[in-house]
């Protein structure tokens, strides 16, 4: 059986990476989860002016080797690398997930946030 693969563009917090990894598994049927990581990169990619050369490196590998079919992009409550309020981390998951699409338009992109309880909820 072929395994299903995710890649997640996530903060580099230790905090969230097993309840992202958990949370897409169990509402994804993933098997596994190619990580990506840069703090607080809802708000990195949010951001025009940053370069998105890198990360998108980083995905096409992603998909090209390990089959990846979907994208996922994570903000979290309390994000020393993008301190803002959780209203503008949503703001910035949806520009980012809108970024990514333009990037890797054949991929489906799902925006997730992580709450003050370390439980992600998808956008
Ligand atoms: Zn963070």
Redo the contacts with the bound molecule.
């Keep these: 059986m072929t395994q299903k693969r995710a890649v997640c563009l996530n ?3 230790g905090r ?1 990476q097993l309840p992202v990894i958990q949370w897409i598994k169990d509402n994804f049927e993933m098997d596994y989860v190619d990580m990506i990581t840069e ?2 990169i809802d708000g990195f990619l949010s951001d025009s002016t940053n370069p998105i050369d890198e990360i998108s490196r980083k995905v096409r590998i992603s998909i090209e080797k390990n089959n990846a079919s979907i994208i996922f992009i994570v903000g ?1 409550h309390d ?4 301190p803002v309020c959780e209203s503008d981390h949503r703001d910035h998951i949806l520009l980012a997930a809108s970024r990514l699409k333009r990037e890797f338009p054949e991929m489906t992109g799902v925006g997730l946030w992580v709450n003050s309880q370390w439980k992600a909820e998808r956008l």
């Design positions: 903060c580099i917090d969230v703090p607080g979290h994000c020393k690398g993008n």
